[in-house]
């Protein structure tokens, strides 16, 4: 082991000792003790979303209350399958089965606009995410982005973003991709790396190297992108605590705005389980132990503040605060609606969220779209304690619960709503608020996903063994 690794790894022993986690677990709000987890990404999550069309999605749309917008739109497209990934891709797909989808694509986003009554959807920030939107080929590229363009007002956004691949933005026909991508107004690249160990690489089937990964920052910076943000996981299977350490100073001395950090996930949370739980069944040992996931998400915190990475939004780290992503602090924070386009993309529109089709072969997704259809089949319409616990528990998880946009939101002061709720957290060091604002402390924002999962209805909780340490809602 270096000596600053060590030194790393010491000082990140010390600190941990500081967060109390034995008398955390004995509190019940760590399922399993912190072996297991669900990450907070929505609210309600997608589990409760029951069959649903586009007929609910757009009943009476006019009358119903508007809000700022954001776009997703998913390219479910990658040059491989890796081993933890559950999201809907189809791997070394032939350049006509790109074409095909790009058609399907470009009369969805038309569906929603019409059933919107819209000549083109006002978009504050755009994330174009996958798959991998860089499998596309050049031509292709400029043909999505012009779609984009045709059917999004894209002149208040304040930030186009989009996900890649290393491998995708090499040689000329990553430069030429890029380009195109440049020219249509893309200003951020968020690069998927996951790992700087080419060993790590290759047990998580990626088809890209560490140099690889390192040659594709570069090519991003020399089209003329310069705000390029990397993923990194942690908690994988051969991961030492070391080789951690190491990822995160490789991160730090790249030009790299910053970097977002995931806990390895096993269990699917859509429509598709990855290959990585198989590998759990099989090897439960190759997999970092709790005691070691816990320290390295301590080092993934307390390394990136140090080297000059803010977390400016949780587990998301970055040098200068506006260069996070604009769709997820806009969905999480300020609560916009999306325009979900594309297979299991997933939509908010007034009042209602809705999810398209998880459909992995794309035949279904087609389907829709021929019929006339946006590929909406799941829901749900938010009733009114869904939006008391929304306008908190996303803020809460992400950043900070304003109490003037709470009132703003939801017409009611946020300590009537919780008021009660919160003196236990505050007893134990996870919550504190002042008069403007309630947020996680340094306790509560290691433990982000399980605190605001408190803040769950009971009834959409997704752990039986979770502990709740907060008692119904007051009627407001
Ligand atoms: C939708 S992927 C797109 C990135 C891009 N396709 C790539 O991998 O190069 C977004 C990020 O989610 C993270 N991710 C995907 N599956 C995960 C899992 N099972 N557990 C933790 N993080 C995961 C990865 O870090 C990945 O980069
Ligand atoms: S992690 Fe990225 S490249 Fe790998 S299968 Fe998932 S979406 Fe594709």
Excluded at 27 to 38: C, N, R, S
Excluded at 388 to 396: A, K, T, V, W
Excluded at 440 to 465: C, H, I, M, W
Aim: hydrophobic share 40%; charged share 25%.
């Amino acid at each position: 082991m270096t000596d600053t690794a060590k030194m790393w790894i010491e000082r990140a022993r010390a600190g941990i000792e500081q967060l109390g986690i034995p008398e955390l677990q004995k509190t019940g709000i760590l399922p399993e003790a912190g072996k297991k987890f669900f990450p907070v990404i929505g609210y309600p999550p997608l589990t409760m979303f029951r069959d649903m069309d586009q007929d609910t999605l757009f009943k009476d749309f006019e009358r119903r209350p508007v809000s700022p917008t954001i776009a997703y739109i998913h390219i479910p497209f990658c040059p491989s399958r890796c081993t933890f990934c559950h999201w809907i891709t189809k791997t070394k797909s032939p350049e006509e089965a790109v074409d095909e989808y790009l058609h399907y694509l470009d009369q969805e986003m038309a569906i929603y606009k019409r059933n919107m009554g819209m000549d083109a959807i006002p978009a504050r920030s755009v994330l174009v995410g996958g798959g991998t939107p860089t499998y596309l080929n050049a031509a292709q590229m400029e043909r999505f982005m012009k779609s984009i363009h045709n059917h999004f007002d894209l002149t208040t956004c304040t930030q186009f973003s989009v996900e890649a691949e290393p491998g995708t933005l090499l040689g000329e026909d990553g430069a030429a991709k890029l380009k195109v991508m440049k020219e249509h107004g893309v200003d951020r690249i968020s690069m998927g790396v996951q790992s700087f160990d080419d060993d790590v690489l290759r047990y998580m089937g990626r088809v890209h190297t560490r140099a690889e990964a390192i040659a594709a920052v570069d090519a991003i910076h020399d089209a003329g992108i310069h705000n390029v943000m990397i993923d990194l996981i942690y908690a994988y299977p051969n991961q030492t605590v070391e080789s951690w350490v190491e990822n995160l100073l490789t991160a730090a001395s790249l030009n790299v705005a910053g970097w977002q950090l995931y806990r390895l996930r096993v269990k699917q949370h859509g429509d598709r389980q990855g290959r990585i739980l198989k590998v759990m069944n099989r090897e439960p040992d190759r997999f970092p132990s709790v005691e070691e996931t816990l320290l390295m998400k301590y080092l993934g915190i307390t390394m990136s503040e140090e080297l000059g990475y803010g977390e400016h939004q949780t587990r998301i780290f970055a040098k200068n605060k506006d260069e996070i992503s604009h769709y997820l602090r806009d969905w999480c924070c300020a609560l916009t609606d999306v325009v979900g386009v594309g297979v299991s993309s997933w939509s908010n529109l007034r009042g209602v969220f809705s999810l398209n089709v998880g459909d992995h072969d794309l035949q279904k997704y087609y389907d829709y779209i021929r019929q006339g259809k946006v590929s909406v089949n799941r829901g749900k319409i938010r009733d009114r304690d869904d939006e008391l616990r929304r306008s908190f528990i996303l803020p809460l998880k992400n950043m900070t619960v304003s109490k003037k946009f709470y009132k703003a939101r939801t017409g009611v002061d946020v300590n009537d709503v919780f008021g009660e709720q919160l003196v236990w957290f505050k007893e134990h060091d996870l919550i504190a608020e002042n008069q403007d604002s309630i947020w996680l402390t340094k306790r509560g924002r290691f433990f982000a996903d399980e605190v605001s999962t408190q803040f769950f209805n009971p009834d959409y909780l997704p752990f039986p063994e979770v502990l709740l340490h907060t008692a119904p809602l007051a009627a407001v």
